[in-house]
């Protein structure tokens, strides 16, 4: 039997991008152990095959093909180590969304890949394009025994490596940087992929609480504040007052502390998940690194909102940013809340560098407090202190303020950081004078989602750990919120509970039960 050239040209080129594609893994980080068992690089080597032969496939072009797989390969490690760098964790299968976020809200995401990062990455897409035009599609492009036969021969080899994997498959640890380093990057995400496809059996709290057990009923507004965290502890030179609603708020708090949260940097639902349901981030397996998609999926989980619904609570989410973003118009209403007020909502609300001001949001906070019928739940997500910082920089006369001792050089992000902590700051005692006046009981619980990127900061006085300052004030002392729930006809306990370090999943219902609710 005849065969063209073209047949064997495909799998030859194919091999050649392999090797390719193990050269552009080293530039990985951590870089991944080139020993790995034959399970790993099956995966590998079965993932490669389907990804080069679907473009000759598509193009009848093997060169070019070969230099768009690497393209995208070595876009993938660049996008890896800028997130590892930042966030400190590379890329994973639960980040695609992000790809698409990036083209939908691009501030958010490509300012952190940097601009080499992104020159090299076009320069690798450059040069597949090239070969659109310098490369001919053969003859035999759809022959059996040309080139159509060669990328059979490949998805042959791809359909084996990968079976026979998915027969014996190699176990995760879910510590990314870890399995990075033993598997590499393609399996790695290949077995987070594979991994998420089943539904986590993780049950939250409410679900087992029952409704009868209330006791009172004040009105409950959570804020999770936007990276915020107590820069104080980085540099002694911050001048102590820039927190100072804060510190009298947490001075007079019913309950407040250190919160450890699931994220770093970024990633704010995985804490908003881990408050919302009270499911800790271990029990979720894979999903615990997006868990909103597996909601959106329709997985049922019970949560806060939905609880304190058949409490009678009305329920609301105030986020000052596009609804489509994490895909919060599908899943929240999915965990109970009634009404979602998104960017929609404060069309001309004034600005605080290039997001909604924390003010504006306070004013959204007691204006649906002032308008309520019943006893509501307000849960506010802030968006004024998302970076990236660095492209709001500050003239130096507007951040001597923050300051006893000017900063080191290379520290111009924690002076804009400084400037958002402040009306963080501004809106805590707006909401604290409104409450401390209004005539029905209220509770506020204010914590951070993360702490904020700032990697030249970090390396200029020291990393931080990742937990947050969290307090739980109540407009009623103890004993005058017992009056009030003795005439609801409700019955009352204690309140109080000692500063603890708490985990984010725990924190709601520490919050209820310092309100007698539970």
């Known amino acids: 039997m005849d065969v063209d050239g073209a047949l064997l040209q495909v799998p030859a080129v194919g091999a050649a991008g392999l090797v390719l594609s193990v050269v552009i893994e080293r530039f990985l980080l951590p870089s991944p152990r080139l020993l790995r068992s034959p399970q790993i690089w099956g995966i590998h080597v079965g993932l490669w095959c389907v990804a080069y032969s ?43 969304d992000y790809f698409l976020d990036a083209l939908r809200f691009p501030r958010l995401f490509l300012p952190f890949l940097g601009l080499k990062s992104f020159c090299l990455a076009a320069a690798f897409f450059a040069l597949a394009l090239i070969g659109v035009w310098t490369e001919t599609p053969p003859s035999s492009r759809f022959a059996p025994r040309g080139q159509l036969g060669g990328i059979a021969v490949l998805l042959f080899c791809a359909v084996i490596s990968l079976g026979w994997t998915k027969r014996h498959p190699p176990a995760i640890s879910l510590d990314p940087e870890k399995d990075i380093q033993n598997m590499g990057l393609l399996p790695s995400l290949w077995l987070y992929g594979m991994a998420s496809r089943t539904l986590p059996e993780a049950r939250s709290p409410f679900e087992r609480m029952g409704t009868a057990v209330r006791r009172s009923r004040p009105h409950l507004v959570a804020v999770q504040s936007e990276s915020f965290f107590d820069a104080r502890t980085l540099f002694a030179g911050i001048r102590p007052d820039v927190l100072c609603a804060f510190d009298s708020l947490r001075a007079a708090s019913d309950m407040h502390g250190s919160l450890s949260v699931p994220a770093w940097g970024a990633n704010t639902v995985r804490t908003e998940f881990s408050f919302l349901t009270g ?182 006085f020291r990393t931080p750990s990742g937990a947050v300052p969290y307090f739980c004030w109540s407009n009623l002392p103890a004993r005058d919120m017992a009056a009030h729930d003795a005439k609801t006809q409700l019955p009352a306990t204690g309140t109080c509970r000692p500063e603890c370090p708490l985990g984010a999943h725990d924190l709601a219902s520490a919050w209820l039960q310092s309100k007698n609710m539970l």
């Open 279 to 460: 499911i800790p981030a271990r029990h979720m397996g894979v999903h615990r690194f997006n868990p909103y998609q597996t909601i959106a999926r329709g997985w049922p989980v019970n949560a806060l909102p939905l609880f304190l619904k058949k409490l009678g609570y009305r329920t609301v989410c105030i986020h000052p940013y596009w609804a489509r973003f994490y895909g919060r118009d599908r899943v929240l209403r999915q965990l109970g809340f009634e009404t979602f007020l998104d960017i929609s909502a404060f069309d001309g609300a004034r600005r605080a560098g290039s997001y909604v001001s924390d003010e504006e949001v306070g004013k959204r906070i007691l204006h649906v407090l002032r308008e309520a019928a019943s006893p509501v739940f307000i849960f506010a997500v802030t968006m004024e202190n998302h970076g990236p910082l660095h492209l709001d920089p500050l003239r130096l006369e507007e951040t001597e303020y923050f300051y006893t001792v000017p900063p080191p050089e290379g520290c111009a992000e924690l002076g804009t950081y400084l400037l958002h902590l402040r009306n963080a700051d501004n809106m805590l005692h707006m909401l604290h004078t409104a409450l401390k006046q209004a005539a029905f009981p209220a509770s506020l619980c204010f914590y951070g989602d993360h702490v904020p990127i700032m990697s030249t900061v970090y390396k200029t």
């Open 54 to 96: 679907f473009l000759p496939l598509l193009m009848g072009r093997p060169w070019c093909a070969m230099a768009a797989t690497s393209a995208v390969l070595a876009t993938l490690v660049l996008v890896s180590n800028a997130k590892r760098k930042n966030l400190r964790e590379p890329f994973l299968f639960q980040d695609y």
